[in-house]
């Protein structure tokens, strides 16, 4: 079975800085694709970014960006120029498609908390 | 603005209710699916939809209930034999062939069994 583990549950940063956020997932697949949810306070989701596994080059998104190795099974998210704004939850989450439609399998969850 | 509208934000049930959540989108987006959130738990599927008039279960779909028959709707019902209902609720769409690049989600309703 396909697990996503994400082994900060919270982290801090100044505002300002880089921190990166770590997600590691296990499958047997060789397609699928990758993402990385923010849920501020207000709780609603919004996807970051994401990454499709046969593409070998990193994606970027403005001050986001991740480290994708797939061999290591490894998809971090790093937020760059730390925003208050980013202040949210951090959701990695796998998706691959089997039987006819799709299906994501969401890691638990880092807290980030960016500090003034 | 195109976006998901879940109502209401809060939900209060007494044992042995059932209650239903709104969800209803203007993105004209073919699949809606419904998730539950539990603190320290990742997202969890309960229901989805890629049509009108059909839906699938998902991964935690014992005690719940849904419609699909408008594209722009996707109620879920949680009945009473869900035995543990108090949890937040999300609420996502997409189009059929965007599916691999990612939901639009609602902002969720909150239930509490009191």
């Known amino acids: 079975a396909q697990t996503v583990t994400q082994s900060q549950p919270e982290m801090s940063v100044q505002e300002a800085e880089t921190v990166t956020l770590s997600c590691t997932y296990d499958?047997?697949?060789?397609?699928?694709?990758l993402f990385w949810y923010k849920q501020p306070p207000s709780r609603q989701m919004i996807l970051v970014i994401r990454?499709?596994?046969?593409?070998?080059q990193n994606a970027t998104e403005n001050r986001f960006s991740v480290n994708f190795q797939k061999a290591a099974k490894s998809f971090s998210l790093k937020i760059s120029d730390s925003q208050l704004g980013d202040t949210a939850m951090y959701f990695c989450?796998?998706?691959?498609?089997?039987?006819?439609?799709?299906?994501?399998?969401f890691g638990t969850g880092t807290r980030l908390k960016v500090l003034a | 603005d195109g976006g998901i509208t879940q109502s209401p934000k809060y939900l209060f049930r007494k044992e042995g209710q059932n209650v239903t959540l709104s969800c209803e989108q203007n993105?004209?987006?073919?699949?809606m699916y419904w998730y539950r959130q539990d603190p320290g738990q990742g997202l969890r599927l309960i229901y989805y939809?890629?049509?009108?008039?059909?839906?699938q279960k998902g991964d935690i779909a014992e005690g719940y209930s849904v419609s699909r028959e408008k594209k722009e709707s996707f109620p879920l019902t949680v009945t009473s034999a869900q035995k543990n209902p108090t949890a937040f609720y999300l609420c996502?769409?997409?189009?059929?062939?965007?599916?691999?690049?990612?939901?639009?989600f609602g902002s969720g309703t909150r239930l509490t069994v009191v």
């Open positions: 996502a769409s997409s189009g059929r062939d965007r599916v691999p690049y990612g939901y639009t």
């Open positions: 499958t047997s697949e060789n397609n699928y694709y």
């Open positions: 990454q499709e596994a046969y593409k070998q």
């Open positions: 989450a796998f998706m691959k498609h089997a039987a006819g439609t799709y299906k994501y399998i």
């Open positions: 993105l004209n987006h073919d699949a």
């Open positions: 939809s890629q049509i009108v008039n059909d839906f």
